[in-house]
T-cell receptor
Framework: SQQGEEDPQALSIQEGENATMNCSYK?????LQWYRQNSGRGLVHLILIRSNEREKHSGRLRVTLDTSKKSSSLLITASRAADTASYFCATTGNQFYFGTGTSLTVIP | DAGVIQSPRHEVTEMGQEVTLRCKLI?????LFWYRQTMMRGLELLIYFNNNVPIDDSGMPEDRFSAKMPNASFSTLKIQPSEPRDSAVYFC????????????FGEGSRLTVL
């Protein structure tokens, strides 16, 4: 990808379990954002974490950022079947670059 | 606001034909991004504009691709002539801040070049 990569590429879990996705990036950033994409749809913004923040929460989402390791993680707690989607991290510095995405399947 | 609006949603064309994709920004947003999404290459940033001015077009594949922003609310991405390898979903996204703001995506234009 132009900037980052998500890990794992695919994740399959049972409803109610937690899902953790990781993102690594290459250059310095202003902030890091996570987006969600349902099949056949555009991306939707989930959460933004600034470069001087280490952790942020929004509902069932928890994002961490480690700028020394150039990595971030997204945790979705108590997953639901409706969380099935692809999740992307995006870094903003000079441009918006997206990672390769993690495909999450939540089995009812 | 209706959000970012893209047209057409689907386009099937033959190799060599000209393709024009259109995007209407969210009112008040001053930055516009064009992305291409394929299974092989993921989401690629093609070009972005700020205040109608192209800031970085280094992601544009080649001279067959061109993008314009004739006014603050509208943009076009043109491919001429199209080739089968251009088949992809093309997204535009707008933002109020090109460096730190949230991106609002359209639903995409799925292009198939036969």
């Amino acid at each position: 990808s132009q900037q980052g990569e998500e890990d794992p590429q695919a994740l399959s879990i049972q409803e109610g379990e937690n899902a953790t996705m990781n993102c690594s990036y290459k250059t310095s950033i202003n902030n890091l954002q996570w987006y969600r994409q349902n099949s056949g749809r555009g991306l939707v913004h989930l959460i933004l974490i600034r470069s001087n923040e280490r952790e942020k929460h929004s509902g069932r989402l928890r994002v961490t950022l480690d700028t020394s390791k150039k990595s971030s993680s997204l945790l979705i707690t108590a997953s639901r079947a409706a969380d099935t989607a692809s999740y992307f991290c995006a870094t903003t510095g000079n441009q918006f670059y997206f990672g390769t995405g993690t495909s999450l399947t939540v089995i009812p | 606001d209706a959000g970012v609006i893209q047209s057409p949603r689907h386009e099937v064309t033959e190799m060599g034909q000209e393709v024009t994709l259109r995007c209407k920004l969210i009112s008040g947003h001053n930055s516009l991004f064009w992305y291409r999404q394929t299974m092989m290459r993921g989401l690629e940033l093609l070009i972005y504009f700020n205040n109608n001015v192209p800031i970085d077009d280094s992601g544009m594949p080649e001279d067959r691709f061109s993008a314009k922003m004739p006014n603050a609310s509208f943009s076009t991405l043109k491919i001429q002539p199209s080739e089968p390898r251009d088949s992809a979903v093309y997204f535009c996204a707008s933002s109020s801040d090109p460096y730190t703001g949230e991106l609002f995506f359209g639903e995409g234009s799925r292009l198939t070049v036969l």
